[in-house]
């Protein structure tokens, strides 16, 4: 089902991209386990509209990497 939506929303958003939806999804895991639940989707979305800002090949996963570098930085959540 995830892969069908995903088909559906980059096509009504006119995106033509492979990528791989489980580095997003780990990527979005490490931001809601290291800051905050809803910084998973903000995140997500930073990520992206850096690597469409830079436009270059590897993009995304240079900013998938600064961002998991920086979860993993991020202090402890509060209990």
């Not at 559906?8 to 033509?16: F, I, N, Q, S, T």
């Not at 939806?21 to 800051?35: C, E, F, I, S």
């Not at 903000?42 to 996963?61: C, P, W």
Request: proline share 5%; net charge negative; hydrophobic share 55%.
């Amino acid at each position: 089902m995830l892969d069908d939506w995903t088909r559906e929303v980059a096509a009504a958003l006119g995106v033509d991209l492979a990528f791989d939806k489980d580095t997003v999804l780990d990527l979005a895991g490490d931001a809601a386990r290291a800051v905050v639940r809803p910084a998973a989707p903000i995140t997500t979305f930073l990520v992206g509209y850096a690597a469409a800002l830079d436009g270059t090949e590897g993009a995304l996963d240079r900013a998938v990497a600064t961002a998991r570098a920086l979860a993993a930085q991020w202090p402890a959540p509060e209990s």
